[in-house]
């Protein structure tokens, strides 16, 4: 059974940067898409970015492009969201999430699992 474990989050300022990782086990991952979603309070869930594991292409939202980067090590089976230049807006609870299909998706309906999330606060 696929387990996905996200870590990282907290309170920061505004302009300030957080690092979110996601513990992956219980699977062969070499075929997966994993992405980074995230919800705020009476908001639906978005999708912020999503990446390849097998030869690291990504896709981003338009939101956070050109601040937030995504990551893996192969090594260690964990996916990270590195965010940076944090806003207000950017407040939510971030989940994990794993495609066993091969299309780079940013459709959450596409993702097979999902972590349990972690808050990330921003202060204005």
């Known amino acids: 059974q696929v387990q996905l474990v996200e870590s990282g989050g907290g309170l920061v300022q505004a302009g300030g940067s957080l690092r979110l990782s996601c513990a992956a086990s219980g699977g062969t991952f070499n075929s997966y898409t994993m992405g980074w979603f995230r919800q705020a309070p009476g908001k639906e869930r978005e999708f912020v970015a999503a990446?390849?594991?097998?030869?690291?292409?990504?896709i981003y939202a338009d939101s956070v492009r050109g601040r937030f980067t995504i990551s893996r090590d192969i090594a260690k089976d964990t996916v990270y969201l590195q965010m940076n230049s944090l806003k207000p807006e950017d407040t939510a609870v971030y989940y994990c999430?794993?495609?066993?299909?091969?299309?780079?998706?940013?459709?959450?309906?596409?993702?097979?699992?999902w972590g349990q999330g972690t808050q990330v606060t921003v202060s204005s």
């Open positions: 999430a794993a495609d066993l299909s091969v299309v780079l998706s940013w459709q959450a309906r596409t993702y097979d699992y």
């Open positions: 990446i390849r594991w097998t030869g690291g292409r990504t």
